[in-house]
């Protein structure tokens, strides 16, 4: 079992900036990969942002440049920092977190609102 408790998000204006920060505890060492997911009303959860343990990062293509996702594994911790915000970033964001233990297990946090005003 793995816990994800998130922080940061917010309200802020189009061009703005926030920081989602995401802290693990529990069976931490099984942890392969950590991300940023989001999802805005009447959408499907998307993926924004994730690493994997060697440290490859993958974007979605609307976050590219404005985004940048940090790891720091032995933390077992994740951070977003978002720049250039736009309206169309507002969503709830849940860190997620995926565990190898013999088959995938995939764990969220709670949701933290973005909401970005144009």
């Known amino acids: 079992q793995v816990q994800l408790v998130e922080s940061g998000g917010g309200l802020v204006q189009a061009g703005g900036s926030l920081r989602l920060f995401c802290a693990a505890s529990?069976?931490?060492?099984?942890?392969?990969?950590m991300g940023w997911y989001r999802q805005a009303p009447g959408n499907k959860r998307e993926l924004v942002a994730g690493?994997?343990?060697?440290?490859?990062?993958d974007y979605t293509d609307s976050v590219k440049g404005r985004f940048t996702i940090s790891r720091d594994k032995a933390k077992a911790t994740v951070a977003l920092q978002m720049n250039i915000l736009e309206p169309e970033d507002t969503a709830v964001y849940y860190c997620?977190?995926?565990?190898?233990?013999?088959?995938?297990?995939?764990?969220w946090g709670q949701g933290t609102q973005v909401t970005v005003s144009s």
């Open positions: 997620n977190a995926k565990v190898w233990a013999g088959e995938l297990e995939e764990y």
């Open positions: 529990g069976n931490i060492y099984s942890i392969y990969y």
């Open positions: 690493v994997t343990n060697s440290g490859n990062t």
